[in-house]
């Protein structure tokens, strides 16, 4: 049978402590999405299902404009708009809740670029004694969410404009802690407006929205090693892992 919310006893043996949110998905159509985030312009185009995304590849992210939300494309991994080059030397996919205010990465694109990523579900792998077991973790009561994002704008002479992005993560919440010790922040929807506003907002206030969700906005499933590829960007990769019980 497949296992959902809970998480058997075999696989709380011991939390995964890479730091990082690396995969996600966003498996919806364009006019739900349009809908729910309710975008005023669209310059993403239409929206394919994603089932494996990954670090670098280009996703639609939202933000506030002076015409209202819009959908942009964006690039999975912040290049900061100071960056003498179209890349990092360090990874910057993730960027923790913690460290905001402080990073010289981040401080800036914290107080005036936050964004919107919108997601159907994430990926975390928790190690156990037989290897590393992949996990889903989806809404438990619509089909989107958001993560809280921050973007960046990086170009340089006789180059286009490089548009990124980096997922912010914070501590994992009691139901995500048995699989990895940090998740992604997972926003509440009427705090979109605050989290996207062009107005100065303070730090303390954008920070609380950044704690870790509730457990019952999620639910959690194990999936197979299919997903462990970005190679695959398919159904089989949120098709829950079924296990038999001591009974059957």
Known sequence: ?????????????????????????????????????????????????????APSQTLPIVLETSQGRCLVPAKWGL?????????????????????????ATYREPFKY????????????????????QPWHVQPAHSELFAFAGLYDRWHAEQADELRSYTIITTEANPLVRPIH????????????????????VPAE??????????????RAYPVSSHVNSP???????IAPLERKTPED
């Open 1 to 53: 049978m497949s296992t959902w919310r809970s998480l058997p006893q075999e696989f709380s043996l011991v939390v995964w402590t890479i730091e990082m949110c690396g995969r996600y998905n966003l498996i919806t159509d364009t006019e739900a999405l349009l809908r729910f985030f309710e975008i005023q312009d669209n310059l993403y185009g239409a929206i394919v299902p994603r089932y494996n995304i």
């Open 79 to 103: 290049v900061p708009f100071w960056s003498k080059e179209p890349k990092t030397k360090y990874s910057t996919i993730n960027a923790r809740a913690e460290t905001l205010v402080k990073s």
């Open 113 to 132: 670029r936050r964004c919107l990523i919108p997601a159907t579900g994430f990926y975390e792998w928790q190690k156990g004694p037989s290897g590393k």
């Open 181 to 200: 010790n940090r998740m992604p922040a997972v926003l509440q929807r009427e705090d979109y407006p605050q989290w996207l506003s062009s107005d100065p």
């Open 205 to 218: 206030a954008l920070l609380a929205l950044l704690d870790p969700c509730p457990n019952d906005w999620l």
């Open 231 to 237: 190679q695959h960007d398919d159904p089989d990769c």
